[in-house]
């Protein structure tokens, strides 16, 4: 059942460092080439590597209590304020839990989302790229 | 100028390999896509696949298309699931064009058709000479 006293909940800090053999090994797990160059540019969805980053301080997700037999990821939004990360940079990243909310679907069960917003920025504090987690939990 | 789309990604059958091989490269360790008794428990036959492994499917896709470093914008909705033995076709098409960007919607189905997951995605169009 969602607490939906996690709303607003935000996490420490966590570095990501964008490493070149970290986006060979995600490219060839979801099979692109596997980029050659030293700077390689990070592919779309590369930033769910957080996992390998993040720790129970920096995710505020088990906060949210949602019973795993009936939760699913629903959706994952990237936004880029310019071109995707590239091997080499630097980001520091920070969750919150950034909406909770309810909606009724046809049958008449309660569906609640949650929303997580993982923003990215980069050493000078400028916002290089956000995502976007919805969680749902049916009734 | 929009580059024309370049033929659908298929990958398949996927194996429990490709599932292990992404959850290491993403981090993401839920024992439900690689731990049997445990997926059994949760419910379902035997492991299923990832959703953000079918995004990430798309993203190569689309990354092939329009350019990883012009990419600005993916959103993936998880619409269905699958299961290793499913051979999964990712494709997409232009939705719209703007001035200085393009917007793409994509799709990742199964072979019974079934999408699994459905993309939107805006790409930055480079600049004319």
Redesign the interface.
């Known amino acids: 059942m969602v607490d939906a006293s996690a709303l607003g909940a935000t996490g420490t800090p966590f570095v990501l460092d964008v490493e070149r053999g970290?986006i060979r090994?995600?490219?060839?797990?979801?099979?692109?080439?596997v980029p050659d160059e030293d700077a390689p540019?990070?592919?779309?969805?590369f930033l769910?590597?957080?996992?390998?980053w993040q720790s129970a301080a920096s995710d505020p997700w088990e906060q949210v209590r949602m019973d795993?037999?009936r939760g699913?990821?629903?959706?994952?939004?990237?936004?880029?304020?310019g071109?995707?990360p590239r091997a080499g940079d630097r980001l520091i990243g920070t969750s919150r839990i950034d909406e909770i909310y309810e909606k009724t679907n046809r049958t008449g069960k309660t569906l609640t989302f949650v929303v997580m917003v993982t923003e990215f920025r980069d050493a000078a504090g400028r916002i290089v790229a956000e995502s976007r987690l919805t969680g749902v939990e049916t009734s | 100028m929009i580059p024309a789309p370049p033929p659908p990604l298929v990958v398949g059958p996927l194996t429990r390999t490709d599932l292990v091989r992404y959850q290491g490269a993403s981090g993401d360790m839920q024992p439900v896509h690689h731990d049997e008794p445990f997926a059994k428990a949760a419910g379902y036959d035997r492991p299923l696949s990832l959703g953000m492994l079918h995004a990430g499917l798309l993203g190569t896709w689309a990354a092939g298309w329009l350019g990883a470093e012009h990419v600005r914008r993916f959103r993936v909705r998880f619409t269905a699931q699958a299961f290793p033995g499913d051979t999964l076709t990712c494709t997409g098409a232009v939705a719209e064009e703007h001035p200085d960007a393009v917007d793409v919607e994509l799709s990742c189905t199964t072979q019974n058709g079934d999408v699994v997951a459905r993309a939107w995605a805006t790409f930055a169009l480079e600049e004319s000479p």
Do not use: C, M, N
């Not at chain 1, 090994?25 to 080439?33: G, H, L, V």
């Not at chain 1, 540019?41 to 969805?45: E, V, Y």
């Open positions: 970290k090994e995600f490219a060839r797990a979801t099979f692109a080439p540019i990070s592919p779309p969805t769910t590597t957080a996992f390998h795993p037999s699913l990821h629903a959706e994952q939004e990237l936004v880029f304020h071109p995707p």
